[in-house]
Structure formats: structure tokens, C-alpha cells
């Protein structure tokens, strides 16, 4: 089990997403993702099994009839699942993009906020530049709104990338972190940004570079689902002495 978030109660029924083996295994070995319907006894009753596999879950989040998974490893898939029949659980549709969302918090029924990072995916080659395989690494912040309100085909209707690599929020680990109040269409969240502030070429060609110290405090934005996300304000308790102090580091 990832987190709480993982189990859901609803109706009389116990839903449950799980990760099973390692995502850099392959064969026998290799994840796959699994989500069980269970009755009051704890007898499987429906079960979707095999989502992804060599990928593992990064979230996951049941709202009344449908549940929705990200699973990860080079790119962010989000999976809209069908729970209306607990005995036959199905996977209506699903959406591939860049990045991957640690945390998925309702907005409306047809809604969905994800915070998470931002990626990009590289070849790995051998010495004769030969592809071995693909793998992603992480960049900045991500948050998005997926609308969901054609099931078989969710879409990213809008998004937010903040800092650059190295940028991290509390709310990723903790979804105690989030400040949102739908009907004054305000969200917050307490950030560290990490900036490239001159854009070389990396030493190694094959991964981004990391961003140095920038910001940390809490970010304010205005969200609807008109205009997406829209930076209000930045509010951080350390004054201009502080960041010179910083130098690269928070």
C-alpha cells in the first residue's frame, strides 16, 4: 500500500490499490498494480489486476463510483477506474503525459487537482550509442487539473510547472500541506524553488541540471476552471539578507 489514500470504504465495500513486485525488475519479478473490491467479510468480490506493469503506483484517490491511479516510470499515466459494479471494476480510460502527480485532491466530480513533478525522458545507449532502454528524471513542481468528465478520455485541462530541479513541497509527502477553499477559488501550498539560473550545457549531457536556491515560503493561486491556476502571491518569511546568506542552499 502506497498511503491512506490506497483504501477506501464506500457502500459497504472496501476498495483497495496495491503495488506488487520492483519497478526495475523485470520477468517474474517486475510491478504490477492491483485494485481489489472487497465485501463486508473481506472476500474479494472484483478485482482489476496487471495496470502497468514494470511501472508502480505514485497516487491514487476514490471518489464515490470511480477511483483514479498514477502509476510511473518514465511517463505518468492516470488511470479513471469504474467502481459502480463492485463485482466488475474496469479501467475506463486513461491519460499519458510527462511527469507524474504524488497527490490527487478533488476539486468536483468531473475534477481532479495532482500535484506532483515535472520529467523528461532520455535514452540510455551503450558505448556504440546503442538505446538500452528509457528513463526519466525529475525537474520542477507540477500541478494540474485533469477533467475527467469524459471518462474513456481524461485530459490535462490545465497546468503549472514551478522552479527547476531540485524543487521540492511538503505537500508531496504530505497532503496535510494543502490549502484549498473551492468557493473562494483559492490554493496554497509552502514550496523550496530551485532555479537554473544560467542555462549551460550540464556536464553530463544525459541528465538536467540541478537549479540552485531561489525561494522557499508559500505559494498563493487563484484556481477555476475558467482560467486554470493563477499566481496571486508568494509570501516567505526570510528577508533579502537571508537569501544572500543561502548562497546555493536553502
Known amino acids: 500500500l502506497l ?27 517486475a510491478s504490477k498494480n492491483n485494485l ?10 472484483g478485482q482489476v489486476v496487471d495496470i502497468a506493469p514494470g511501472e508502480q503506483i ?31 471494476p474496469k479501467i475506463l480510460g486513461a491519460l499519458k503525459i510527462p511527469g507524474y502527480s504524488n497527490y490527487l485532491h478533488p476539486y468536483d466530480e468531473n475534477h481532479i487537482i495532482g500535484f506532483g513533478k515535472d520529467t523528461v525522458e532520455y535514452a540510455r545507449t551503450d558505448g556504440q550509442g546503442r ?13 494540474a487539473v485533469f477533467d475527467v468528465s469524459d471518462v474513456q478520455n481524461p485530459i490535462e485541462k490545465f497546468t503549472e510547472k514551478i522552479g527547476d530541479r531540485g524543487t521540492e513541497s511538503e505537500l508531496l509527502s504530505n497532503h496535510k500541506a ?24 550540464p556536464s553530463n549531457r544525459y541528465s538536467p541540471p540541478y537549479g540552485t536556491f531561489a525561494f522557499q515560503g508559500a505559494y498563493i493561486y487563484r484556481l477555476d476552471l475558467v482560467n486554470g491556476f493563477t499566481l496571486q502571491k508568494k509570501v516567505t518569511h526570510l528577508n533579502a539578507e537571508d537569501y544572500l546568506k543561502a548562497g546555493d542552499y536553502w
Not at 14 to 23: L, M, Q
Not at 36 to 43: F, N, S, T
Not at 65 to 78: I, S
Open 3 to 29: 498511503n491512506q489514500f490506497s483504501m477506501d470504504e464506500f457502500n459497504g465495500y472496501f476498495r483497495v490499490a496495491t503495488t506488487t513486485g520492483e519497478p526495475w525488475n523485470s520477468g517474474a519479478n
Open 36 to 45: 481489489y473490491v472487497l465485501d463486508a467479510d473481506l472476500k474479494i468480490v
Open 58 to 88: 505514485y497516487s491514487v484517490r476514490f471518489m464515490g463510483n470511480r477511483g483514479y491511479m498514477v502509476t510511473f516510470k518514465t511517463v505518468d499515466p492516470l488511470f479513471v477506474v469504474d467502481l459502480k459494479d463492485p463485482k466488475n
Open 131 to 143: 538505446e538500452l532502454g528509457r528513463t526519466a528524471y525529475y525537474l520542477g513542481m507540477k500541478i
Open 178 to 201: 494543502l490549502y484549498f477553499e473551492k468557493d473562494k477559488n483559492l490554493l496554497a501550498f509552502p514550496v523550496t524553488v530551485m532555479e537554473v539560473q544560467n542555462q549551460r550545457e
